[in-house]
């Protein structure tokens, strides 16, 4: 029997060569392509240290791939790291994904924009036929009770949805009158004046009927209640009566300090047939600088608004109306109006309808 060689058989040349071809390309760090020879199935080469072994090419394309997995793990390790000494919290692992996959693509056409829906105007009391037909009437107090009460007339007023209510109207009991907003005409006088029954008036000034109707009930009210009797100095003044009053107050004090106490004629509250003066009574009566210290002035400040009436110029507020303090000075403004004014904390008829302050001409 004949016996080949192994280190010699042409089959295992055959190999050898194409494991030497498979691996030519690789060079060592200390040669050329030359310092690599495929390794013997025997043995490798004793002295072989520095070098590399020869990889077939499927081996090492798996290793590179490999590599690579290793250098993407080991960054978003080092991210993690730094988010945890940062404070932050790391990422998921579909966040991490996200990051190393880049932003998503964005369609050629864009992203889509979103609608937003404009919310609805409110709805204009204006374009409701009971309202403006009350309105027309004449009826102030049918037409706060159509729009839903005082403080929904004063919203409405006050935001500008109802525009068709105007507070320069002087036949209106809402009717806004200060330094800024003077009588259109100017000597207006209303045509429905009556003196009020069963109060004591000390010089013969009347009120616009329904205002006089309500002083009468307040005053018999304030008696019931122990308060004490109420009279009044003045109620209506017309033009020619202001300019008088007027002027009499600048003669004692100036301008400046007139304009503080006493409107121009054409400006008065009193010109309205809306607004009164107030005095305590028993036998007699006192003067409007003791209604503040009486018990009649307490009882006022406390029930005035249940008859429709308000104290028109507070303490405090000259900064707003002009005018010092007058805790004498009564505004008829309705009970509807009068209890949303009380119970809104208001305390001037220009923060009440949402009006600029008017405190000079």
């Known amino acids: 029997m004949t016996f080949h060689d192994p280190e010699t058989s042409p089959r295992r040349a055959a190999r050898a060569e194409a494991e030497r071809r498979a691996t030519a390309a690789i060079t060592l760090p200390d040669g050329g392509p030359d310092a690599v020879e495929p390794p013997s199935r025997r043995n490798l080469r004793a002295d072989s240290g520095p070098r590399l072994r020869a990889i077939p090419l499927l081996l090492r394309r798996r290793i590179a791939v490999a590599a690579i997995a290793l250098v993407v793990v080991a960054s978003g390790a080092v991210a993690i790291g730094a988010a945890v000494a940062s404070g932050q919290t790391p990422a998921t692992e579909p966040q991490a994904a996200a990051a190393i996959a880049g932003p998503p693509a964005v369609p050629a056409e864009g992203l889509p924009v979103p609608v937003i829906a404009e919310a609805p105007a409110p709805k204009s009391p204006c374009d409701d036929p009971a309202f403006t037909s009350a309105l027309a009437s004449g009826d102030d107090g049918a037409t706060i009770a159509a729009i839903g009460g005082g403080e929904a007339f004063r919203s409405a007023v ?24 003077p009588y259109d005409p100017a ?8 003196m009020p029954n069963g109060v004591r008036a000390l010089e013969d000034s009347a009120l616009r009927q329904r ?14 209640a122990g308060a004490g009797e109420i009279g009044y100095l003045s109620a209506f003044r017309s033009y020619e009566t202001q300019q008088k009053t007027y002027a009499a107050r600048v003669a004692v004090g100036g ?34 600088d003791d209604v503040g210290g009486s018990t009649q002035g307490a009882w006022v400040r406390d029930h005035a608004w249940e008859y429709g009436f308000i104290t028109r110029y507070e303490q405090g507020r000259i900064d707003v109306t002009g005018y010092e303090p007058e805790p004498w000075h009564l ?17 001037t008829l220009e923060e009440f309808f949402g009006l600029p302050a008017a405190p000079t001409y």
């Open 255 to 288: 301008v400046a300090e007139a304009d503080k106490e006493s409107a121009r004629a054409g400006f008065s509250e009193h010109q309205s047939g809306l607004a009164v003066d107030i005095v305590p009574c028993s036998r007699s009566c006192g003067t409007l």
């Open 187 to 194: 000597n207006y006088r209303p045509n429905d004046l009556v």
């Open 211 to 224: 205002a006089a109707d309500a002083l009468s009930k307040l005053v018999q009210a304030a008696e019931d």
């Open 331 to 347: 505004r008829y403004i309705g009970p509807e109006l009068a209890k949303a004014y009380r119970d809104g904390g208001y305390t």
């Open 158 to 181: 006050a935001s500008g949805i109802a525009p068709c209510v105007s507070l320069a109207d002087a036949t209106r009991q809402w009717v806004v009158v200060n330094k800024q907003r």
